[in-house]
Nanobody
């Protein structure tokens, strides 16, 4: 059974950087397609970024393009979301997700693609 534990959220000022972590247990992170979603109050869960298990491709939503990067450390069995240039509209609960298959690129943005989810970590961007 795969388990994901999100961490690293907090309260930061606009323009700051933050790195979220997703600790994976039960399976090697290198065998998973990893993604990050976010959900703000009153809004639907939104795709942010994904990293295919090959490690050779990332997929980033337009709203965070150029600011957010997903990566992984195989030795620590952990995935990360590096967030730079944070804006108030980035405030949300952030969830990591994992897919055990090899989803096609066009499906990476869909929550239904993913088999496992973390519990979420709150990110608040405010001055």
């Amino acid at each position: 059974q795969v388990q994901l534990v999100d961490s690293g959220g907090g309260l930061v000022q606009p323009g700051s950087s933050l790195r979220l972590s997703c600790a994976v247990s039960g399976r090697a992170v290198s065998t998973l397609t990893m993604a990050w979603f976010r959900q703000a109050p009153g809004k639907e869960r939104e795709f942010a970024a994904a990293l295919k298990r090959s490690g050779g491709m990332t997929n980033t939503a337009n709203s965070v393009w150029g600011r957010f990067t997903v990566s992984r450390d195989n030795g620590k069995n952990t995935a990360y979301l590096q967030m730079n240039g944070l804006k108030p509209e980035d405030s949300a609960v952030y969830y990591c997700a994992a897919a055990t298959g090899n989803p096609i690129s066009s499906s990476l943005t869909l929550a239904s693609t993913y088999d496992y989810w973390g519990q979420g970590t709150q990110v608040t961007v405010s001055s």
